[in-house]
């Protein structure tokens, strides 16, 4: 299994050798990972098996698991000449398998697969293609969001999209598996919102759809919390402002990854503080889009601080709301990057990255819908028009409510 992923890596370093990412990672944000990637290895490297207890051997692998995830997920995304540079200034595949080959010899089964990932295998959907918006129906965002919500009140018929009944049947279970995750992350949700009365649910859309959904299911059912105030901020929302990637850049590189270079963030209250700094003086910030993000949010009308949730992996649009909002309100994620761990701890709900990429991947966030245009002050998304998108989204989104409802008994206990 593990020989099997490190192929597929380099079976995937291989065919975009050459090609023109979509996006590159920035000069900041690249000295960075190679910086970190070169000390954590140079410390695992270190370690001998022999002398480290069970637990502490766990945890080397758990963190060098995630580390090669995420070069992993970001050849997959596209930033492929930026992920070349740290893969070659550090060998960081052929070391980290290195490291992984050696401490599972020492800690035995469980695979690194079944430690560390929340679907230890990957599940594929036959009829899912990527460009699926051309010919989609326009909605107001609100308005869409309240019809996904009635249409995912009954079973859908899911037969059809699949090849055979085996993937299927595998598929529904790895739905049942991440559904099932996302129902502990509301209710972890709700226990922090419970702390903290005064502030007002923002859902970070598209990968917090299922979040929104189900923090108003739970109003339904009479569990104290505050309407939530979804928001749709993302890069095709940015690249609707001229020169929306450099903006994106500035934002994650010189900003974010600008304050963890300079050492000039130890944890969260000082990034928040360096974030905001840097983002009001930032050349590629320009005051229209600014402008445009404040009115974005003043049409949420909040009636209290921001709770900004989000599932990952750096935050850096939570932190960019904050910045909008003077630092007042809170943050939350689903999970993060490994080096974000220690400053992100109070704030996460799961220290493994390697459950992200479930979590954001599914139908009904990856696939469903995107932003298409804003216009008098309301956001507009455009919807697949594939059926078979359609049908797999609202069944996971029936899904997570069945499960959720299961759970009203405990969280009424909570009130």
Not at 54 to 71: G, Y
Not at 86 to 106: C, P, Y
Not at 252 to 265: H, P, R, T, V
Request: glycine share 4%.
């Amino acid at each position: 299994m593990l020989w099997g992923i490190l192929l597929s890596t380099k079976r995937i370093i291989a065919n975009n050798l050459g090609y023109f990412c979509k996006s590159s990672m920035d000069r900041i944000l690249i000295l960075f990972l190679t910086q970190h990637y070169q000390l954590r290895l140079q410390n695992f490297e270190q370690l001998d098996p022999e002398r480290c207890t069970t637990d502490e051997l766990i945890k080397v692998a758990a963190e060098a698991s995630s580390l090669r995830k995420f070069i992993i997920d970001a050849y997959e995304e596209g930033y492929t000449q930026s992920t070349n540079q740290i893969v070659s200034q550090t060998d960081a595949l052929e070391r980290l398998q290195r490291i992984l080959s050696m401490v599972s010899q020492r800690l035995g089964p469980p695979s690194e697969q079944e430690r560390f990932y929340l679907c230890p295998e990957p599940v594929l959907i036959d009829t899912v293609e990527k460009k699926s918006f051309e010919g989609g129906k326009t909605f107001e965002l609100l308005a869409y969001l309240d019809r996904i919500d009635n249409q995912s009140e009954s079973v859908m018929e899911i037969g059809y999209c699949f090849e055979n009944a085996n993937r299927k049947e595998r598929w529904q279970n790895k739905t049942q598996i991440v559904m099932a995750e996302m129902v502990e992350f509301l209710i972890w949700i709700v226990q922090r919102l419970k702390q903290q009365p005064e502030v007002v649910p923002i859902p970070l859309l598209r990968d917090t759809l299922v979040v929104q959904l189900g923090l108003k299911l739970l109003r339904c059912y009479g569990i104290p919390v505050r309407e939530p105030k979804p928001i749709l901020l993302s890069r095709k929302f940015l690249a609707t402002f001229q020169g929306g990637e450099k903006i994106y850049d500035a934002l994650n590189s010189d900003i974010f990854y600008g304050a963890l270079y300079e050492q000039k963030a130890c944890d969260l209250m000082a990034l928040r503080h360096q974030f905001i700094v840097r983002a009001r003086s930032h050349p590629e910030i320009p005051s229209s889009f600014i402008q445009a993000n404040r009115d974005y949010l003043a049409t949420l009308a909040l009636d209290g601080f921001p709770f900004v949730i989000e599932t990952g992996m750096h935050g850096t649009f939570p932190l960019w709301l904050l910045t909008l909002t003077d630092n007042i309100g809170d943050m939350v994620l689903y999970t993060t990057v490994p080096w974000m761990y220690s400053i992100y701890r109070d704030v996460v709900f799961r220290k493994n990255y390697n459950y992200l990429r479930d979590i954001e991947t599914i139908v009904a966030h990856d696939h469903l819908f995107q932003f298409d245009t804003m216009s008098n002050g309301k956001v507009f998304v455009k919807e697949t028009p594939q059926m078979n998108i359609r049908s797999l989204a609202l069944y996971e989104l029936y899904v997570f409510k069945e499960l959720l409802k299961q759970k009203i008994y405990e969280l009424n206990w909570m009130r």
